[in-house]
């Protein structure tokens, strides 16, 4: 119990709220050895789990993102033949070329490391983020699961390469795409939903200490009931931020006397799509400030 | 630990596992390191551990609170859950058990144990018959929420193999990939001219799409619904599926097919679809259909789909030319017709009659089996 707390408060030092099961399963994450996958709508602050996590941890944080037609070169390692290449030449032209065997030119020295070759061979565990899996293809997916389940990897010129340190590793996904279900069973799940209005003020405030508290509450009320519209993009946590900010730049201290004009202007922190922004009438945007004042 | 927890733990599981979450045998282990390392006397933080670990989806993750309340919580809160995979059937709350699921373990373990042995009369069991039966159960008749749900199993798993079948054709195009010289040239500077790496001309792809139409005219209306759940399933999965309902005008629904709320789903579909005046006008919808989206949507890897009877009280001639046009278009037309299946049925209606020669594939669609069929033979050739 102590030790959820306690993580809990040392996220909350680095500027990430987290709820107590939240903070449970990441615990959790050590003690099993699995990953954690987050799903959750965006702007609900998946990819920030792995970034606080870093950071509590003082460790690496080394982030991969995904996307169509990702492989194995991109994500775990490749060799550097131009330095290979002129390894060979150098070679040849001071004429010792019998000294430059196979192994030396298939060494450490001319691979490139990925993010997934380079999170295992970090000295100290690192968080490894594997950021919008599901954009990924399913060829990459099975190619990662194997990976996540033994922690090492093998490159035909070298060997395998076991893993140093196990990194701990956060998978987000957006759901663009449905995921296997050995991927998912192998990992910890997690859903991130839209954050409580608790929640979403404590993240306020800590992230903007200068913004009046009263101003506070009513930018996270106005935000959790425009979540509840009827939106095409509901605004995220990100958004909420953005918007304080851009609302402390214009100097105002309350939402009923900044008036509609200003609050529509500042909008465009908050909504992104134009059906959105157009949904937005004189009417509705006065109801809205109207509940959350 | 001791032998009673365990029991009870691994009761769970296979209670969870019941209710259709994927859980395997390692998960038990896990499940009671899970609890060593908590402490099971601390209810929430237990909770969270095995939320994280047992749960692999986000509808899992929602129903999880129910499930662990209603084993774990004394029997007098009574929550009923139900299971949504076509295996376990449904699972109930005895309340004549009430008094000893403390200590025995709830009633809801017993369901999944017993009631095979005692012959009870289970609504659904998992095997071949089940299955079978649901392949050929015409769509009208289908009104159960566990046949329901075990068809939109089958549609996503249909989509999974279009999905799949895309990358599998991109990696084959890969091996005829041609050398751009140019940028090979250019490239090669950097390694003193000698081209360390070649670059291909990358081909432009063409994803294969999928573009239904359906008919939602009273003489389909047996049917339209079960059709529209097959549109969501398939718009769950894919993102490239354009649907358009039609009966006197032609209206575009993906957007509220995909909408995230099921309910709201609904909701949206039926003010969209309120107010049409009686009649089938094929042929006119199908003409908007061309003036205003084919040209946008359909490509040379375009399936189109038309769901329908072929009653058309449009314009004769009308149905011919604009289907016509659009067969030129698309790669493949394929006519579901659920009248098909009756015996003795020629399709005689004029509609039908114009529609048939520029149709692919003419199929009956009106049940499972004949779906899946129809839709293999558009997976070849797309």
Redesign the interface.
């Known amino acids: ?1 102590s030790t ?1 707390v306690d993580l809990k408060t040392r996220l909350a030092d680095t500027g990430y709220v987290v709820e ?3 903070a ?2 990441i ?2 994450m050590t ?2 050895g ?1 990953p ?2 987050v ?1 959750g709508d965006p702007g609900t602050g998946k990819t920030e789990i792995a970034k606080a996590l870093a950071r509590v941890r003082a460790t690496r944080l080394i982030r991969l993102q995904c996307y169509e037609g990702l492989d194995t070169y991109n994500a775990l390692y490749e060799w550097n ?2 330095r290979q ?2 390894a060979i ?1 150098r070679a040849s032209a001071g004429g010792q070329g019998a000294m430059l065997d196979d192994d030396a030119l298939f060494s450490e020295k001319y691979l490139l490391k990925r993010p997934l070759l380079e999170a295992l061979t970090e000295a100290v565990a690192p968080v490894l983020l594997i950021d919008e899996i599901d954009r990924a ?3 990459f997916e099975a190619f990662l699961l194997e990976l996540l389940s033994d922690y090492q990897v093998s490159i035909p010129e070298m060997g395998t390469i076991a893993a140093r340190t196990i990194p701990l590793v956060v998978l987000t996904s957006n ?4 995921l296997s ?1 050995a991927l ?2 192998r ?5 991130l939903d839209y954050p409580s209005f608790e929640k979403e003020l404590s993240i306020v405030e800590l992230r903007l200490p200068d913004l009046p508290r009263a101003l506070a509450a009513q930018i996270v009320e106005f935000a959790q009931s425009l979540r509840r519209l ?1 939106l095409k993009k509901k605004p995220g946590i990100a958004e909420t931020l953005d918007w304080a900010a851009s609302l402390l730049g214009f100097g105002i201290s309350s939402l009923d006397e900044a008036g509609p004009e200003r609050i529509r202007d500042s909008l465009a922190a908050l909504l992104k799509t134009r059906e959105d922004v157009l949904a937005m009438d004189r009417v509705t945007l006065d109801r809205l400030v109207a509940t959350s004042c | 630990m001791e032998q009673v927890l365990a029991a009870k733990i691994t009761g769970f599981v296979a209670t969870i596992r019941a209710n259709g979450f ?3 045998i390692g ?1 038990v282990e ?1 499940a009671m ?2 609890a060593e ?3 099971v006397l ?1 209810r ?2 237990l ?3 095995w ?3 047992l ?4 509808d ?3 129903r999880f609170d129910d499930l662990f309340d209603s084993y774990w919580l004394p029997p007098n809160r009574r929550v009923l859950v139900e299971a949504h995979t076509s295996g376990a059937g449904r699972i109930e709350l005895d309340p004549g058990d009430g008094a000893e699921g403390g200590k025995a373990g709830p009633a809801i373990q017993r369901a999944e144990g017993e009631s095979a042995g005692s012959g009870e009369e289970g609504p659904s069991k998992e095997g071949a018959s089940a299955a079978s039966s649901l392949d050929e159960a015409d769509f009208r008749s289908l009104n159960d929420r566990e046949q329901t749900h075990a068809i939109e199993i089958r549609i ?1 798993r249909f989509a ?1 193999r279009l ?2 079948l895309t ?1 599998r054709r991109e990696r084959a195009a890969v091996q005829g990939r041609r050398l751009d010289l140019r940028r090979t040239l250019r490239r090669s500077i ?3 001219g ?1 081209p ?2 070649l670059s291909y001309r990358v081909k432009r792809r063409v994803r294969p799409r999928l573009v239904l139409l359906l008919d939602v005219s009273r003489s389909m209306s047996l049917y339209s619904f079960f059709y529209l759940r097959v549109a969501r399933a398939l718009a769950a ?1 894919l ?1 490239d599926i354009h649907v358009f309902l039609y009966h006197t005008h032609l209206t575009h629904v993906s957007d509220a097919l995909s909408d995230p709320d099921p309910w ?1 789903a609904q909701e949206r579909l039926q003010m969209l679809s309120a107010g049409w005046a009686g009649g089938t006008r094929i042929g006119e919808c199908l003409a908007a259909f061309n003036r205003l989206h084919a040209g946008r949507l359909v490509h040379a890897r375009t399936a189109v789909i038309v769901a329908s009877d072929g009653y058309d009280t449009g314009e004769p001639g009308l149905l011919g030319r604009e289907l016509g046009s659009l067969a030129r278009r698309a790669r493949r037309i394929i006519w579901l017709n659920p009248l098909k299946a009756m015996q003795g049925y020629t399709p005689v209606a004029r509609g039908m009659q114009e529609a048939l020669p520029f149709v692919d594939l003419f199929a009956p669609g009106h049940d499972l089996a004949s779906l899946d069929q129809a839709l293999s033979a558009i997976l070849e050739v797309l």
């Open positions: 119990m959820i107590r099961s939240l449970a399963t615990l959790l003690d099993l699995r954690l996958l799903e033949y131009q290449l002129l030449q293809d399913a060829a759901g663009t795409r449905e279900d998912r069973r990992c910890l799940y997690h859903f009827d | 994927p859980v395997g998960e896990d390191r899970v390392a908590t402490g601390a929430e933080p909770r969270w551990g939320r994280g670990l749960c692999a989806r986000a899992e993750w929602h996503r999974r999905q799949l990358t950097g390694a003193g000698s360390s790496r999965e993102s709201r």
